[in-house]
């Protein structure tokens, strides 16, 4: 017969396996079903007065790796007047390895848009970031720009953008991969950018590629330039509901001493979107 304390033990163990197995299996669930992607890409040029668009999720696992990650995104677009619509774009990634903050990013991307319904129209950006990988303390820039529509059908659209930025960016150190700004904490730059994005259903309606391209180039300064592309799918389950994936690559050729010019992130997950 089994010592009553063995086998209290045992049952305790057994019960501790069983709800850590089922901690992980919530976990899993809920990092599918609740979306990590980013850059959804909610129309301006939509008819449609309002649209919103929210994204959480996140990721967690002990073990041999530990993880947690948290990712979370709020779009909206709406008409201010007949004229002029806002749109926002707001992102926040937080993620730690083995209890080591690995992320903690913020990035909001603000814009104005004069009578977007237009082949040709103008708007107002404001663009606030910060990079805990980078060292990246505090991004602003704003400026104005101008977008043409290429391609705009109710199915098809492909948009091509330029403007011109002033922006000023703080880092956590003064030592960069380019001694040419080494020696203090701050890059004040004016900046040129062209911007090419679009996005096209097929089978119905029931996919959907999107993709964005821009490069970055400062006036005062040849080495200092950007690079970015996302590239991505939707799927529709049901209307408003859609899985999604994006690739997203950047490169930055300007960064603080020890980080990487270069940056790839794959997400994937499920969004819903409203639109009234």
Request: charged share 15%; aromatic share 18%; glycine share 4%.
């Amino acid at each position: 017969m089994m010592n009553p304390v063995k086998k209290l033990l045992k049952q305790y163990s057994f019960f501790t396996l069983m709800t850590y197995q089922v901690k992980n299996y919530i976990l899993i669930l809920c990092s599918f079903f609740l979306a990590v992607g980013a850059n959804a890409q909610i129309n301006e040029s939509d008819t449609t007065k309002f649209q919103l668009q929210w994204l959480s999720g996140g990721s967690y696992q002990t073990g041999n790796v530990e993880l947690l990650r948290i990712n979370n995104q709020f779009d909206l677009t709406f008409k201010t007047t007949s004229n002029l619509v806002f749109k926002s774009q707001n992102n926040h990634l937080f993620q730690e390895i083995v209890s080591k903050k690995a992320d903690n990013d913020l990035m909001s991307k603000n814009y104005l848009y004069y009578q977007p319904q237009r082949r040709l129209y103008p708007y107002a950006v404001t663009f606030i970031a910060t990079n805990y990988r980078r060292d990246l303390d505090f991004r602003v820039f704003y400026g104005l720009g101008t977008t043409f529509q290429l391609l705009q059908q109710q199915r098809h659209t492909v948009k091509f953008s330029a403007n011109l930025l002033y922006e000023n960016s703080r880092y956590a150190n003064e030592f960069f991969n380019y001694s040419d700004f080494n020696g203090r904490n701050q890059i004040k730059a004016t900046w040129s950018t062209v911007y090419l994005s679009g996005y096209h259903y097929f089978s119905e309606s029931l996919f959907r590629w999107i993709y964005e391209i821009y490069y970055q180039q400062s006036l005062k300064n040849q080495i200092n330039y950007r690079f970015h592309v996302l590239t991505g799918m939707d799927f529709k389950v049901v209307k408003g509901l859609s899985v999604q994936s994006r690739i997203i690559y950047s490169l930055e050729n300007v960064v603080a001493i020890t980080n990487k010019e270069e940056d790839m992130l794959w997400t994937w997950g499920i969004v819903y979107l409203i639109k009234t």
